[in-house]
């Protein structure tokens, strides 16, 4: 066997059981160092570990490039072959990364794409759901989206265990089982315990299940937003990310603290959350063109 090939089997499970990322995280790097590890062998015949060199990594960025893969995705992966030479290091397998002078390319951040307040409060309280359990589902998706700004991988795995109707919060486990707490009004927690309470027999651990007891998973809530977001909107994407930048969005447009907004959304950085401060310059440019005699 190709020795990368079993130390990336290592690396992985670093991954997994003491930096504890989640299941589609370590499925990223995962295909990053395969899809490296592939090159190296068709194309370099399969070097030594300490044989590695800049000059291969910079072959394999360049072939990503003429593919067309976007600059997010380069950086991606050179940041998935940062931690696993950084890994090799730390188990005395190299001496020196390669990666050291290979600089990620530059990303044009654009601003997040969001639903206006006004059609998300038609989605609620004009939009008809149907009283079965599939409607109730549906409703208590949305809300649940829009109220906490939660990823989607976040609500499937929510547990009953993770709401507490005495202090008006649920707890998320968010990116590497990092633990949040975000509160919710009292009425999205009765909402949510009545939810519970007639629960289809099955899956007593998760809160969202189907019609037969068992537990959703992704691609179902991406198209029950899907569905509903295009009865109110025209935002080209509708997807639950889209209700989680339209969570941020409104809080800060609404003068939320940007800390405040970062502890909610779960982000490691300060630097991720920023993004939303520009959309509400933006909302204030609007507002000063509409009403200010000299815009």
């Known amino acids: 066997m190709f020795a990368p090939y079993y130390q990336a089997e290592n690396f992985l ?3 997994r059981y003491e930096k504890r ?5 370590l499925i990223s790097y995962q295909v990053d160092l395969e899809q490296f590890l592939n090159f190296l062998v068709t194309d370099f015949d399969a070097p030594a570990i300490q044989d590695i060199s800049t000059a291969m990594i910079r072959t394999w960025l ?3 490039k003429e593919n067309d893969l976007t600059s997010k995705s380069i950086n991606r992966k050179i940041s998935t072959l940062k931690s696993f030479f950084k890994f090799l290091i730390r188990e005395g397998l190299m001496k020196t990364t390669p990666m050291s002078i290979i600089n990620p390319p530059k990303i044009s951040r654009r601003l997040p794409v969001y639903v206006e307040e006004k059609d998300l409060q038609t989605l609620f309280e004009y939009v008809e759901f149907s009283d079965d359990w599939k409607g109730r589902t549906e409703k208590l998706i949305l809300q649940l989206f829009y109220h906490t700004g939660i990823r989607v991988s976040e609500l499937v795995n929510l547990k009953q265990s993770h709401v507490d109707a005495s202090y008006n919060h649920i ?5 590497g089982n990092k633990e949040r707490i975000i509160p ?5 927690v009765s909402t949510i315990v ?8 099955g899956d007593t651990e998760h809160i969202f299940v189907n019609e037969k007891g068992k537990s959703l998973y992704s691609r179902q809530v991406y198209n029950i937003v899907k569905k509903n977001l295009a009865l109110v909107t025209t935002v080209k994407k509708k997807s639950p990310h889209i209700l989680r930048h339209s969570f941020a969005t409104h809080l800060t447009n609404n003068g939320a603290d940007l800390n405040a907004v970062k502890e909610l959304l779960g982000h490691s950085s300060l630097a991720a959350t920023q993004v939303y401060t520009h959309n509400s310059i933006e909302k204030l440019k609007e507002v000063f063109k ?6």
């Open 171 to 175: 707890k998320v486990l968010g990116k």
């Open 13 to 15: 499970n670093y991954l």
């Open 62 to 64: 360049a072939g990503l």
């Open 21 to 25: 990322y989640s299941r589609n995280t």
């Open 184 to 188: 919710i009004n009292k009425e999205l």
């Open 194 to 201: 009545s939810y519970i309470s007639s629960k289809p027999s």
């Open 290 to 295: 509409k009403a200010h005699p000299k815009a």
